[in-house]
């Protein structure tokens, strides 16, 4: 090539730019992909969701009943949304309220187990929009989440591998589009939600200053674990609480290149182990951290599930 010819990306122009950029959509979203990493997604996300239903169902007619804590009516008053639903909204007695949560928990064990996981996880999904829309005082980060997780399991084939479904067709699980689509619609959700997170957290003057972290630990009514004697070491809480900010702020743009990826997800566990630790959250730490575990690819998958084989076979 000589000095005054064009390079090949100049010589293509704008159509060429284009042709690259709708090539690379397309391979992001819709190249097969291994369900592996989704069903692995699918029992943490079941198990989670069957203990939220179960403590709804400790106590079904205060939450959700007609008589509850909050009455339908006062619900519709205070979020003024035409378009809130929810199957609470449709009984008045408590026994129906302990049988429709009774039938999400149903739904959720199943979707542990890969049982109709289809069936399950769509069920699983309204009973839990359900919950939230009738009950929006005691909705949390868990149930955000929990959403979250549950609607890629309802968009892709979370139970063709460590499914009763699976074992019950004998069937050998293939790549699939479904798959990549749903990990993907969980990966892009997951780095809009930490995005957003952070960029919240840069306009509090405690996260710039290094004492945000020191406020939850020092908040009585929602820790889990005293750790007051971290008051003796501000250094320490100031560059825990900086560390968290900016790999809030970050995840998005460095949890996708393969050399920055494994320190991200690295760092996802003592960020949510520590916010359930010091504020009495352990649920919600824990469904962020499965949420994380879509960006594994199902290779690591693998080579945790044979080496835990033949260590199974070497002590049999």
Same mark, same amino acid.
């Given at each position: 090539?000589?000095?005054?010819?064009?390079?090949?990306?100049?010589?293509?122009?704008?159509?060429?730019?284009?042709?690259?950029?709708?090539?690379?959509?397309?391979?992001?979203?819709?190249?097969?992909?291994?369900?592996?990493?989704? $069903?692995? =997604?699918?029992?943490?996300?079941? !198990?989670?969701?069957?203990?939220? +239903?179960?403590?709804?169902?400790?106590?079904?007619?205060?939450?959700?009943? *007609?008589?509850?804590?909050?009455?339908? !009516?006062?619900?519709?008053?205070?979020?003024?949304?035409?378009?809130?639903?929810?199957? #609470?909204?449709?009984?008045?007695?408590?026994?129906? !309220?302990?049988?429709?949560?009774?039938?999400?928990?149903?739904?959720?064990?199943?979707?542990? /187990?890969?049982? !109709?996981?289809?069936?399950?996880?769509?069920?699983?999904? $309204?009973?839990?929009?359900? $919950?939230?829309?009738?009950?929006?005082?005691?909705?949390?980060?868990?149930?955000?989440?929990?959403?979250? /997780?549950?609607?890629?399991?309802?968009? *892709?084939?979370?139970?063709?591998?460590?499914?009763?479904?699976?074992?019950?067709?004998?069937?050998?699980?293939?790549?699939?589009?479904? +798959?990549?689509?749903?990990?993907?619609?969980?990966?892009?959700?997951?780095?809009?939600? #930490?995005?957003?997170?952070?960029?919240?957290?840069?306009?509090?003057?405690?996260?710039?200053?290094?004492?945000?972290?020191?406020?939850? =630990?020092?908040?009585?009514? #929602?820790?889990?674990?005293?750790?007051?004697?971290?008051?003796?070491?501000? /250094?320490?809480?100031?560059?825990?609480?900086?560390?968290?900010?900016?790999?809030?702020? *970050? #995840?998005?743009?460095?949890?996708?290149?393969?050399?920055?990826?494994?320190?991200?997800?690295?760092?996802?566990?003592?960020?949510?182990?520590? =916010?359930?630790?010091?504020?009495?959250?352990?649920?919600? *730490?824990?469904?962020?951290?499965?949420?994380?575990?879509?960006?594994?690819? +199902?290779?690591?998958?693998?080579?945790?599930?044979?080496?835990?084989?033949?260590?199974?076979?070497?002590?049999?």
């Amino acid at each position: 090539m000589t000095a005054s010819s064009p390079s090949p990306s100049t010589a293509r122009g704008p159509r060429g730019w284009c042709a690259e950029w709708l090539a690379g959509w397309n391979a992001f979203w819709f190249t097969p992909a291994d369900p592996l990493p989704l $069903a692995v =997604i699918r029992i943490c996300t079941g !198990a989670l969701l069957a203990w939220s +239903a179960f403590v709804w169902l400790l106590d079904a007619p205060a939450f959700f009943g *007609g008589d509850g804590w909050l009455r339908p !009516a006062d619900v519709w008053r205070m979020n003024d949304q035409p378009w809130q639903w929810s199957w #609470y909204f449709c009984i008045s007695t408590a026994a129906a !309220a302990r049988l429709l949560t009774a039938g999400l928990l149903v739904a959720a064990v199943c979707l542990t /187990l890969g049982l !109709a996981t289809p069936l399950a996880a769509l069920v699983s999904l $309204a009973g839990l929009v359900s $919950a939230a829309n009738r009950t929006p005082l005691t909705t949390f980060g868990l149930d955000d989440t929990l959403g979250m /997780l549950l609607v890629p399991l309802v968009v *892709g084939p979370a139970g063709a591998v460590l499914s009763l479904d699976a074992l019950l067709g004998r069937r050998a699980p293939q790549p699939s589009v479904r +798959a990549n689509i749903a990990l993907r619609l969980l990966q892009v959700h997951l780095c809009v939600v #930490y995005f957003f997170s952070g960029c919240g957290k840069l306009l509090g003057a405690s996260w710039w200053e290094g004492t945000a972290l020191w406020g939850a =630990i020092a908040n009585v009514q #929602y820790r889990t674990l005293d750790l007051t004697g971290l008051a003796r070491h501000p /250094l320490v809480v100031n560059a825990l609480t900086l560390a968290t900010l900016w790999w809030e702020v *970050g #995840y998005a743009a460095l949890v996708w290149p393969r050399l920055t990826r494994p320190l991200v997800l690295a760092m996802a566990a003592p960020v949510h182990l520590g =916010i359930g630790l010091a504020m009495g959250m352990m649920e919600f *730490g824990l469904a962020m951290l499965v949420a994380n575990l879509a960006f594994i690819p +199902a290779d690591a998958y693998r080579a945790v599930f044979l080496r835990s084989s033949s260590t199974s076979e070497r002590l049999a």
